[in-house]
């Protein structure tokens, strides 16, 4: 078992930076790669980030794309999501995935779930 806990959310206005965190425990977590999606209501689940086992490759959705970025640090066992020039449209609840081996953009061929932080951005 992976162990996930999401932080670092909130309320902001549009144009703000938010930093999410998520530190993992429970089994080797290196062996693991990171995501981030986030589902806004009344709809599906989606992919915003990936990141390798070894954070040497970031995957990201078109949408976050030179707004947001991706880290993991291994000692702390923590991804990191820095969210630069919020939008309105970001506002959802946020979950951090872990997958064995590779990163996954299919919300449903994750392994592992955090319980998600509310990001909720205002016009």
């Known amino acids: 078992q992976v162990q996930l806990v999401e932080s670092g959310g909130g309320l902001v206005q549009a144009g703000d930076s938010l930093r999410l965190s998520c530190e993992a425990s429970?089994?080797?977590?290196?062996?693991?790669?990171m995501g981030w999606f986030r589902q806004a209501p009344g709809k599906a689940r989606e992919f915003v980030v990936g990141?390798?086992?070894?954070?040497?490759?970031?995957y990201y959705a078109d949408f976050v794309k030179g707004r947001f970025t991706v880290s993991r640090d291994s000692d702390k066992n923590t991804v990191y999501l820095q969210m630069n020039n919020l939008i309105p449209e970001d506002t959802a609840v946020y979950y951090c995935?872990?997958?064995?081996?590779?990163?996954?953009?299919?919300?449903?061929?994750?392994?592992?779930w955090g319980q998600g932080t509310q990001v909720t951005v205002s016009s």
């Open positions: 429970g089994r080797t977590v290196s062996n693991y790669a």
């Open positions: 990141i390798s086992r070894s954070g040497g490759s970031t």
């Open positions: 995935a872990a997958n064995w081996g590779f990163p996954r953009s299919r919300a449903d061929e994750v392994d592992y």
